[in-house]
Structures are given as structure tokens and as C-alpha cells.
């Protein structure tokens, strides 16, 4: 196993890499800064696009040339062509103190996405869920920060955290209606060097991988809940994780040059960098695009 940086881009707060297996790009977020960045396999040719709020999180358009983003105020459609954002829902317009934060597509297609107070202490936030047609579903609250949304290989467990709770969770989710239930503890975080449960992503053997954020390390968990591997990374603020590459063997990491709140640790030089992971001996699992 070695680990490179791909990018030393200094983002003040990486987060929610994406493979791309149309195009074999890497899609990635500045959430701070507001802008959403692409680049190849090896880092090269970045493309950037400057959405104008922090983002907490995109999905890529099945139809069209674009994405939708998750911002502080609302989820949009982004054109990549002209940089044209259109509101579709501003869920928390009345929650000043939130916004918008991790997300990602099931295998159907739908966008699943959450919100977070951006003290990280009030219990404001939810998580929702977008249909291809563009409807609007409330599926959860008594939120403070939302993290790690992903599924099984069969799609048909959802994993999600809320960050400063200690624990990930596990639901039954249905695939036809992207509704969830029988939610349980999937694992507890060991918080004792202060990191907590930030980005995940599951591999082909149904594995979850999660970024363990001002800890510097990656835990690879089992489909039971146990600590399987760990990663040290040579920065402290890792934020999240995905599975890349030609054969979807590289593990993508991203991180944060500059923590959110001055209650949280600084770090060293290769702070914001994007990291890519080689020789893990696993692999991924393709990313859905969303279905509108």
C-alpha cells in the first residue's frame, strides 16, 4: 500500500469525492469556498466550477450535462456549461444557522442528502430525499451534522452518521420506495485521540470505509460492525473517501486546510490535499448518477 497526493489544491474544506464511471473523472467539493472540481485518474485536467455558497454535496445529472448540488441555501441543478444554478427546493430557509451537507445517490438513482447546524451543536438538521422527478421526501431529524450516507453493494442497507454522535447507523432500505427502516448502532466510533465519523463509502465486499476526521485515520468496518483495518494518514482533518480508478481500486481521500470552528486542531503542511490510496487489494463499487 502507498499513499500520494494526487492534488495539493489547499481546499479549506475537501469533501464528497466522487468516480465518475462514464466519464473516469473524479468530481470533488470545496465546501468553504464553494466551488465543485473535477480532474482525472492522475490529477490532470481540473476543471472547476464556483457555485457561490458553500456545498455540502452534488450528485451527477443522468439527463444533461450537469449536477445537482446540495448548497447552504437549497438543492439546485448546476449546468456545467454556463455555470447556471436553478433552485429546486430550499428545504431549512427558515434554519439561518444551517445549511446543507453530505449526500449521495442509491442505486436507483435517488439523491439522499442531509443538513447541519454549522455550530456542530444544536440537534436542527434532517435528512431528505430527492426523487428523479425532483420531489422532495423528509426522512429523518434530530440531526446535528450530517455524514456518511451510503448503501451496501445490493443497495439495500443505508449507512449513515451523525457526526458527533459516536456511532454510525444502519437502516432497512427499501429499494422500491427509498424509504427507511429498523434503524440500529452498525458500529461505534473510537473517539478517544477526538476524531469522529465523517465521509464513508462501502467497497465490493461490503466493507464500509469511513474517513475518522481530526483523528487521521480510515476505518474499514465489516458488514458486522467490526474494525476490520486502519489507516493512518499523514494529515489529521481527513473528510471523506470513495473508490476510483480504472478498475475502481484506488481509494480517493480528501481533506481540509483549515478547520471550520477555531475549537478544532490545526494541522500540517499537506493540509487540503487530495489523497489517493494504491495497492489496498479491494475495490470499489461503481457510483449511480441521479435519475433527473
Request: aromatic fraction near 10%; glycine fraction near 10%; charge should be negative.
Amino acid at each position: 500500500m502507498r499513499i500520494e497526493v494526487l492534488i495539493d489544491l489547499k481546499t479549506r474544506l475537501g469533501e464528497s469525492p466522487l468516480w465518475d464511471v462514464e466519464q473516469q473523472r473524479l468530481y470533488w467539493v470545496d465546501s468553504q469556498d464553494g466551488r465543485l472540481f473535477s480532474c482525472t485518474d492522475q490529477g490532470a485536467q481540473i476543471k472547476a466550477w464556483d457555485v457561490r455558497q458553500k456545498i455540502g454535496s452534488f450528485a451527477l445529472r443522468q439527463d444533461g450535462d450537469g449536477a445537482v448540488v446540495a448548497l447552504q441555501h437549497g438543492i439546485h441543478t448546476l449546468d456545467f456549461a454556463s455555470g447556471e444554478l436553478q433552485l429546486i427546493h430550499d428545504p431549512e430557509a427558515d434554519k439561518p444557522n444551517n445549511r446543507l451537507n453530505d449526500g449521495k445517490v442509491d442505486r436507483q438513482g435517488r439523491f439522499i442528502f442531509g443538513s447541519m447546524d454549522m455550530l456542530e451543536q444544536e440537534a436542527s438538521a434532517a435528512l431528505y430525499r430527492l426523487d428523479g422527478d425532483f420531489s422532495l421526501h423528509h426522512l429523518q431529524s434530530g440531526i446535528i451534522v450530517s455524514n456518511a450516507p451510503c448503501w451496501s453493494p445490493a443497495g439495500d442497507t443505508f449507512y449513515f452518521a451523525d457526526t458527533w454522535s459516536g456511532e454510525i447507523r444502519a437502516w432497512d432500505y427499501d429499494t422500491v420506495t427509498g424509504n427507511l427502516a429498523n434503524g440500529r448502532t452498525f458500529c461505534r466510533v473510537d473517539d478517544s485521540e477526538g476524531g469522529a465519523a465523517d465521509g464513508a463509502t462501502v467497497d465490493s465486499e461490503g466493507c464500509l470505509w469511513n474517513a475518522l476526521v481530526y483523528a487521521g485515520k480510515l476505518v474499514r468496518y465489516t458488514p458486522d460492525g467490526e474494525v476490520d483495518r486502519i489507516i493512518e494518514m499523514p494529515v489529521k482533518k481527513v473528510t471523506s473517501v470513495m473508490f476510483g480508478g480504472e478498475k475502481l481500486d484506488v481509494l480517493y481521500v480528501t481533506s481540509m486546510a483549515q478547520p471550520p470552528l477555531p475549537r478544532f486542531p490545526e494541522d500540517n503542511q499537506l493540509r487540503g490535499s487530495l489523497f489517493a490510496i494504491y495497492g489496498l487489494g479491494v475495490t470499489g463499487v461503481a457510483e449511480r448518477r441521479f435519475a433527473g
